[in-house]
């Protein structure tokens, strides 16, 4: 079992930044990849970006490319999601997710069903 508990969410202007963070417990963190999703009302849930365990291949939605990073730290069994120039469509509960999937590459990465373990959710919410 892995145990996710996302924090860093809140309300921010649009242009702003929030960093959300994700810690992990249950197992050795650097055993899964790991992804953020978010999901706005009436909206499906979407990926928006994913590590491998060692951290060395990452991917992003394409409507995040350039302002989103995702990071990190297997000592620390944390992973990250720096948001910069947020927009007010960025607004979601965004979920951390784990995955088993190996090798995690290619499309598979980007399909929820690929992650085992979830998080409860952080509000992230960008005003105009």
């Known amino acids: 079992q892995v145990q996710l508990v996302e924090s860093g969410g809140g309300l921010v202007q649009a242009g702003g930044s929030l960093r959300l963070s994700c810690a992990a417990s249950?197992?050795?963190?650097?055993?899964?990849?790991m992804g953020w999703f978010r999901q706005a009302p009436g909206t499906e849930r979407e990926f928006v970006a994913g590590?491998?365990?060692?951290?060395?291949?990452?991917y992003y939605a394409d409507f995040v490319k350039g302002r989103f990073t995702i990071s990190r730290d297997n000592a620390k069994n944390t992973v990250y999601l720096q948001m910069n120039i947020l927009k007010p469509e960025d607004t979601a509960v965004y979920y951390c997710a784990a995955s088993a999937l190996n090798p995690y590459s290619g499309s598979s990465v980007y399909l929820s069903y690929k992650y085992d373990y979830w998080g409860q959710g952080t509000q992230v919410t960008v005003s105009s």
């Open positions: 590590i491998s365990r060692g951290g060395d291949n990452t």
């Open positions: 249950g197992r050795t963190f650097s055993s899964d990849a």
